[in-house]
């Protein structure tokens, strides 16, 4: 049913800010495994979507919170989201930045996300555009796409792919939908904990 595969050695962290700082509200957290979704094609970037089981339970805190995701939102153009990431910031500065970075976006049209893109935009994909021609780098693909819904706060994406033009230019950025995935999610966790 799912590939489950021995994740490569890597810590999560969660709480901070900055990737470098000695933050006492950090927690590292290594990983244990993975479920990439059993139907991901990595040419055409359909089905872009994995789960991180890690070692130990995650501890919530006033730093750490858990994001919430739907089980049907199709998420029209013109919403309002955010992406976090620690991707590079420009196409000449290559590497992770030390300080997290946010930016407000708007999520466009399947149809003008196929200008860029062509056919494999398909109903799992959403793409995304800021001011400025904000959006994801080299370094952000994973990245959660977040919507607020009053005061609760949604996964709704995860980074999948960036223009070959460069992260800077007019190009949107592309993300895997969520609520797509809501069953197989639910599948994976139900049946793996």
């Given at each position: 049913m799912d590939h489950n595969s021995s994740a490569l050695l890597f810590t999560i962290r969660l709480g901070s800010n900055n990737l470098n700082a000695d933050d006492p509200n950090v927690l590292l957290l290594s990983t244990e495994t993975y479920f990439l979704h059993p139907d991901?094609?990595?040419?055409?970037?359909?089905?872009?979507y994995g789960l991180i089981r890690l070692r130990m339970p995650i501890t919530f805190t006033e730093y750490i919170w858990a994001a919430s995701f739907l089980s049907a939102n199709p998420?029209?153009?013109?919403?309002?989201?955010?992406?976090v990431g620690w991707g590079q910031t420009s196409d000449e500065t290559a590497g992770l930045v030390d300080d997290l970075r946010y930016v407000n976006l708007v999520t466009l049209?399947?149809?003008?996300?196929?200008?860029?893109?062509?056919?494999?935009?398909?109903d799992n994909m959403v793409c995304v555009a800021g001011?400025?021609?904000e959006g994801t780098c080299r370094g952000d693909l994973g990245s959660p796409l977040i919507q607020y819904v009053g005061p609760m706060v949604f996964n709704v994406g995860v980074a999948?792919?960036?223009?070959?033009?460069?992260?800077?230019?007019?190009?949107?950025s592309g993300f895997t939908r969520t609520y797509s995935y809501f069953d197989w999610i639910h599948n994976v966790t139900s049946n793996n904990t």
């Open positions: 991901y094609d990595p040419l055409t970037l359909s089905n872009d998420l029209p153009a013109g919403a309002e989201v955010l992406t049209s399947n149809e003008e996300c196929r200008m860029v893109f062509g056919n494999q935009v398909n001011n400025n021609n999948s792919f960036i223009s070959s033009n460069g992260c800077e230019s007019s190009d949107p």
